[in-house]
Nanobody, 123 residues
Framework: QVQLVESGGGLVQAGGSLRLSCAASGRTFSNYAVGWFRQAPGKEREFVGNIIRSGGSTYYADSVKGRFTISRDNAKNTVDLQMNSLRPEDTAVYYC????????????????WGQGTQVTVSS
């Protein structure tokens, strides 16, 4: 089973960009689909986007479509979340998660989670 560690969070002004990275341990990372989720204070965990095992397809929540991009490098065991045109409502703790097989939008279907990284967007 893989383990995940996120990095790259921080404080940014509205309209700015951040790039989050999710580093995985384990030699079978290419067998796992990866999802990104976020959770703001007082709110439920929310789907952001996902990427299939090969990296050939991605899917995004409407709230981030056109602003966020997910990519992966299976040789390096990493999945990145590039966030552009950030808004104050994007402020949350961001998590990457992995599951064997197909990508889904449901947090409960993911087996492995990172510890999360804080993203704060100031207005």
């Amino acid at each position: 089973q893989v383990q995940l560690v996120e990095s790259g969070g921080g404080l940014v002004q509205a309209g700015g960009s951040l790039r989050l990275s999710c580093a995985a341990s384990g030699r079978t990372f290419s067998n796992y689909a990866v999802g990104w989720f976020r959770q703001a204070p007082g709110k439920e965990r929310e789907f952001v986007g996902n990427i299939i095992r090969s990296g050939g397809s991605t899917y995004y929540a409407d709230s981030v479509k056109g602003r966020f991009t997910i990519s992966r490098d299976n040789a390096k065991n990493t999945v990145d979340l590039q966030m552009n045109s950030l808004r104050p409502e994007d402020t949350a703790v961001y998590y990457c998660a992995a599951r064997p097989g197909s990508a889904t939008t449901v947090a409960g279907s993911y087996d492995v989670w990172g510890q999360g990284t804080q993203v704060t967007v100031s207005s």
